[in-house]
């Protein structure tokens, strides 16, 4: 019985120790000697794209639940770390294609998750267009430098950790409601911004700091913040030019008076783009005296600086006469076609965008120094002028390209251009166009009047050897057509030009539509193939060198349009020809010739 209860105790002792010094607060079974650094993506249709696009540290596990196969995508929260590059994860139409293409199970559905990303904070540029957020934790990416978040159901976005973002695109879905898009938005940290497009939002347009909205190439959605919380939009410098179109009410100018600070003007960007038509903010005697008339403070003032102008994009008219002016950028006002600014200090002038203009005329002011006159004038973009007045600048007058001039009905302080004496205008543009697509020497071309002239210099013209192949075969207008060649398909009929490459050794003209070709300086010509054409006439009497002829009228061709004779008496080098299918065919030709042929169609010895 002793025995028994010592055993007793002994395995009471035993469980005692057991619970007291093995409890799972000193021993932790499930310790393992890493860190676990996977990170599970919940959204299938987001760690699939990731995936497929190779994101780093992004990985596809196929895991048993319920007995059912299911793919899970994990991100490595070390590994994405290495992601910089920009991950474009868009579902366009276009970009749906390309991911069913791909095999992609969830090439259709749209992401609305996008938890996860935050461990790709390294990554300098994320698009997610055509998807369905509804929220995203931008802060932790700070290297951020382009983001595009275009037709999604975003109602708040934090990008005041993003301050190297300099690209900002997010137009909410049309399907959005008012609570899906931003009502507000801090942008005051984005000092590298460079373009925004914020619009179609219920907070639009959101005021943002001058400095930042001043940097900005595209400004879409956005305006200057003046500090008091309310959108204004861009402040007009010159009182005399705002105060003179809020006068002409144009759109989108408004006035706003401070008994402090007094009187100021502002664009409403968006809003301007509603003006069109002609905007007449002269200084004339008669001008100050209308302005003078309906009360304006600013009647007699010049006006010296026009900042503002260029968000008028839609206006086709400008007068700026008997002002002050010193600059004006009009390179947004691409629909500009009349612009009068007679009597300015403007020194410098860049029509160069403003391809519709048809009448301009800027003589200066008499009291402008030749600094604040034009010396240089680029006038070969605008080929639609049909009156040009620029005289009283020490430039003129100033050379514009023939075509221009020629069509001017005035034509003051200009001149035309002269084509250097050693050049020669081709007259075919399909045969200038091969010539310059093959590289040729001296081959060059000029854009006058919507259309494209080109040029050979005579004397470089000498260096081109070997042959010029300029076929019109099907294969040929084929190749072309893929170099972008404009007149691919255009038949050369004019090869007016030729002549002056005297050194070349071959030709081959195939499938064109020429009728006549002078080849008589072209006296070291060893091939020739002329298949498919329309010549009536050819001399090649001054071919001496001349070893392969070929040429079987086009199909099309009447008889006048073929050979009726020819004369091969000197041609004695000759060793392959093909004179078939003209009226004049065989002909005959001297038997020493003859008998040197290996290739003899349409000829017979004499």
């Known amino acids: 019985m002793k025995r028994f209860f010592f055993c007793q105790l002994l395995l009471m002792a035993l469980v005692s120790f057991l619970t007291t010094s093995c409890s799972t607060n000193d021993v932790d079974f499930s310790d393992t000697s890493e860190t676990d650094t996977n990170y599970e993506i919940k959204n299938e ?8 696009l190779g994101a780093a540290g992004v990985k596809k596990v196929k895991v048993d639940v319920s007995g059912n196969e299911v793919t899970k995508y994990y991100v490595d929260t070390v590994l994405a770390l290495k992601q910089t590059e920009a991950l474009n994860l868009s579902k366009s139409a276009n970009s749906i294609s390309t991911l069913e293409t791909a095999g992609l199970a969830t090439a259709a559905i749209k992401i609305t998750d996008v938890d ?3 461990y790709f904070v390294n990554v300098t540029g994320l698009t997610f267009t055509s998807n369905e957020i509804e929220s995203i934790d931008l802060t932790r990416l700070t290297k951020l430098q382009t983001l595009n978040l275009n037709n999604n159901f975003i109602g708040s976005l934090d990008l005041t950790k993003n301050t190297a973002l300099t690209t900002l695109s997010y137009t909410a879905s049309s399907k959005a409601t008012d609570t899906q898009k931003l009502s507000s938005i801090d942008l005051s940290k984005n000092v590298n911004l460079t373009s925004v497009d914020l619009s179609n939002h219920p907070g639009a347009p959101f005021p943002i700091p001058e400095a930042i909205f001043n940097q900005l190439t595209t400004a879409k959605g956005v305006t200057i913040d003046d500090g008091s919380g309310e959108s204004q939009g861009y402040k007009i410098e010159d009182e005399a030019f705002g105060e003179y179109l809020l006068f002409l009410n144009v759109a989108g100018v408004t006035e706003i008076v401070d008994n402090t600070s007094g009187t100021a003007y502002y664009i409403d960007i968006e809003a301007a783009k509603a003006q069109t038509g002609e905007l007449s903010l002269s200084k004339s005697a008669n001008a100050i005296n209308t302005l003078e008339t309906a009360g304006l403070a600013t009647a007699s003032t010049k006006i010296t600086d026009v900042d503002g102008l260029q968000y008028f994009i839609n206006i086709t008219g400008i007068v700026l006469t008997s002002n002050e002016v010193e600059s004006i950028d009009l390179t947004k006002l691409t629909k500009l076609e009349t612009l009068n600014l007679n009597n300015n200090f403007i020194g410098s002038l860049d029509l160069t ?5 048809t009448t301009l005329s800027y003589t200066a002011s008499s009291k402008a120094t030749d600094a604040q006159k034009l010396t240089t004038i680029d006038l070969s973009e605008n080929v639609n002028l049909t009156s040009v007045d620029l005289s009283s600048h020490p430039g003129a007058p100033f050379p514009i390209p023939a075509a221009i001039y020629n069509q001017l009905t005035t034509a003051k302080g200009v001149t035309p251009e002269e084509v250097a004496s050693n050049e020669y205008e081709i007259a075919d543009e399909a045969f200038g166009e091969y010539l310059k697509y093959l590289n040729v020497s001296g081959v060059s071309e000029k854009e006058e009047n919507s259309t494209y002239k080109y ?4 004397e470089a013209a000498k260096s081109q050897t070997g042959a010029l192949n300029m076929s019109k075969a099907a294969s040929y207008i084929t190749t072309l057509t893929t170099a972008g060649v404009r007149t691919a398909s255009t038949k050369i009929k004019n090869v007016d030009g030729l002549q002056y490459f005297i050194n070349i ?4 003209l195939t499938s064109n539509e020429v009728e006549s070709i002078d080849l008589t300086e072209l006296t070291k ?4 193939n002329l298949n498919n054409n329309f010549i009536g006439s050819l001399d090649l009497t001054k071919n001496t060198e001349l070893k392969t002829l070929s040429y079987t009228a086009s199909s099309k061709a009447t008889d006048a349009q073929k050979l009726t004779t020819i004369d ?3 041609n004695v080098n000759l060793t392959s020809v093909d004179l078939s299918s003209h009226s004049g065919a065989p002909f005959s030709i001297p038997a020493a010739i003859f008998n040197n042929l290996t290739t003899a169609k349409g000829v017979v010895s004499e």
């Open 45 to 52: 249709a987001f760690g699939e794209y990731l995936y497929y």
């Open 116 to 118: 996860g990303l935050q």
């Open 353 to 357: 965008k403003n391809t519709a203009l």
């Open 455 to 458: 040029y050979i210099d005579i």
């Open 505 to 508: 050794t071959g030709i081959t």
């Open 525 to 528: 010509l060893e091939t020739l």
């Open 568 to 570: 091969l008496s000197k």
